[in-house]
Structure formats: structure tokens, C-alpha cells
């Protein structure tokens, strides 16, 4: 039993490094380790206890430390797998973000100029329908009234047209030049 003693400290301090990663080794685990150390001669477990590259070669060797390894190995294999997935697919969405900013950009111009065109066409509608426009209109149009009452009384005068369709019509074109010449003049007075 005293090789289990000088053995004993170095074996729990192995066991206690495990234990914070994952549980104790099972009883099977741990009798195999013993085996293996009782194999050894004083010599080489004083060895061992000296020489860190002979410990850590025999600590190497145990099955629960290549299982370890292995899963520690393969784990950093799929890390950088996942990695270099993450790489490949990075470029993936650059090009995706530039085709969407692109796309943006694309359909902001257009709406832009939609919305300039609309806000073009607003103003030019509202130049027509503002005051003075409004009023120059009314004063175009009783030009056009005072016009035609003047060629119907012309055609009158030349005998073209007989009494009474030119009074109609005179009196019609009259009352229409009338009211508008009103409205003008409200216009007018109403924007002093």
C-alpha cells in the first residue's frame, strides 16, 4: 500500500481537475488507472512524481484523458467548421444587404421623383385656382362675353340675325358678362 500513498495526492489532484469539468470518474475508470499505476515499479512512479514530461506522457496515455482529448478535438473541428460556415455565409449577406440597400435606394429615387412630379403638378393646380389667376380668368372670359355680344349686334346691324333671337341671345350674353363683371369685382375688392 505505500505506492498508493506517494501516488495518492498526485491521483486526487488528476481527480479533483476532472471532477470541475465533468463528474468523478466511475469506479471501472478509476480501478483502471490503479491497475495501470500498479504495474509500475517505485523507480518509475518516483518518476513520474519528478518528471513533469513523464507524468504528463503517462497522464496522455489514460483512456479517460484520450476521450477527452478526442472530444475536446472534435468539438474545436466543428467550431471551426461552423466558423468557416459563418465566413462563407457572411459574404452571403453583405451582398444581401447591398442588394437591399440598393433596392431602397432604387425605390426612394423613384419615389422621390414621383413625389416631386405630384407635388409639381399640386402647385400648378394651385397656381390655376389661386386669386389672381381665378380673376384673370373671369376677366378672359368676359372679354370672350363682351366679343360675341359685340359680333351678334354687329350681325344684327347688318340685318343677318332677326329681332327677336337677337335680343335673346343679346340678353343672354349680357347677363352672363354682367354677372361675371360682378364677380370680378368682388374678387378684386375682396383680395385689397
Do not use: W
Not at 470541475?20 to 480501478?31: D, G, I, L, T
Not at 431602397?104 to 393646380?125: F, G, H, M, S
Amino acid at each position: 500500500m505505500p505506492i498508493s500513498s506517494n501516488v495518492g495526492p498526485h491521483q486526487r489532484a488528476s481527480d479533483n481537475s476532472q471532477s470541475s469539468s465533468r463528474a468523478q470518474p466511475s469506479p471501472a475508470e478509476a480501478a483502471g488507472i490503479i491497475a495501470r499505476l500498479k504495474d509500475k515499479s517505485v523507480d518509475e512512479l518516483q518518476r513520474l512524481l519528478k518528471d513533469k514530461e513523464a507524468y504528463n506522457a503517462f497522464f496522455n496515455s489514460l483512456d479517460q484523458v484520450k476521450t477527452q482529448n478526442n472530444l475536446r478535438d472534435e468539438l474545436r473541428k466543428e467550431t471551426v467548421q461552423l466558423a468557416r460556415e459563418n465566413l462563407e455565409k457572411e459574404q452571403r449577406i453583405l451582398e444581401l444587404r447591398n442588394q437591399c440597400t440598393i433596392i431602397r435606394t432604387t425605390e426612394l429615387a423613384a419615389a422621390q421623383d414621383r413625389l416631386a412630379e405630384l407635388e409639381r403638378q399640386k402647385d400648378e393646380i394651385m397656381r390655376s385656382y389661386s386669386p389672381a389667376a381665378l380673376l384673370d380668368k373671369l376677366q378672359k372670359s368676359m372679354a370672350k362675353l363682351d366679343e360675341e355680344s359685340e359680333e351678334l349686334h354687329q350681325k344684327f346691324l347688318e340685318k343677318d340675325i332677326d329681332l327677336p333671337t337677337f335680343v335673346q341671345k343679346y340678353k343672354k350674353l349680357r347677363a352672363a358678362y354682367h354677372k361675371q363683371a360682378l364677380l370680378h369685382l368682388a374678387g378684386k375688392t375682396s383680395l385689397r
